[in-house]
């Protein structure tokens, strides 16, 4: 197999037969709607969430800001990540839920697309920088934050059909 042949097998897709890592060809697939859709979590301090909860953070409008670079980050995951496609995303959303119990922001973004490759990445990523940027916005009063369970929940879209997380 020589780069820019498909890869077939049941194995990674981002090294050829030789074990050399490659980008995978999407030149011959056909454009079809995509959409995925990741979640993962950052608990802190109860300090920490009632300044969060109660927009007095120092640094301004914490989910505002995180949902801004959330969708940044999936527009450019494409330079962040050495073989992923760079994609014309067509929608990027990040959501959060906010839960007293746990002191957690629950995250949640789903990219869209009509292209020739998923956009599971931009999910993961929109949903990992969101929660790096509440983080760093709040790291003056809770160092201690843990960022966790960021994973797909869904995709749609291509040859290999839909996926729901269990």
């Not at 040859?159 to 729901?164: L, Q």
Request: proline share 2%; aromatic share 4%; charged share 20%.
């Amino acid at each position: 197999m020589q780069q820019g042949d498909e890869h077939t097998g049941g194995g990674l897709t981002h090294f050829d037969p030789a074990g050399q890592a490659w980008m995978v060809d999407v030149t011959g697939k056909q454009d079809t709607a995509r959409q995925a859709t990741a979640t993962g979590r950052i608990t802190m301090s109860a300090e920490a969430y009632r300044l969060l909860k109660g927009g007095r953070a120092g640094k301004g409008d914490v989910l505002g800001i995180a949902r801004v670079a959330g969708i940044m980050a999936a527009k450019k995951v494409g330079d962040l990540i050495p073989l992923c496609h760079p994609l014309n995303l067509g929608k990027v959303t990040v959501d959060f839920r906010l839960n007293d119990t746990t002191t957690a922001v629950d995250i949640e973004a789903t990219a869209s697309l009509v292209g020739k490759t998923g956009v599971e990445m931009e999910a993961l990523t929109a949903v990992s920088v969101a929660a790096l940027t509440i983080y760093d916005m709040c790291k003056a009063v809770d160092k201690a934050m843990a960022i966790d369970n960021i994973r797909l929940l869904t995709k749609s879209g291509g040859k290999s059909g839909t996926y729901r997380a269990r």
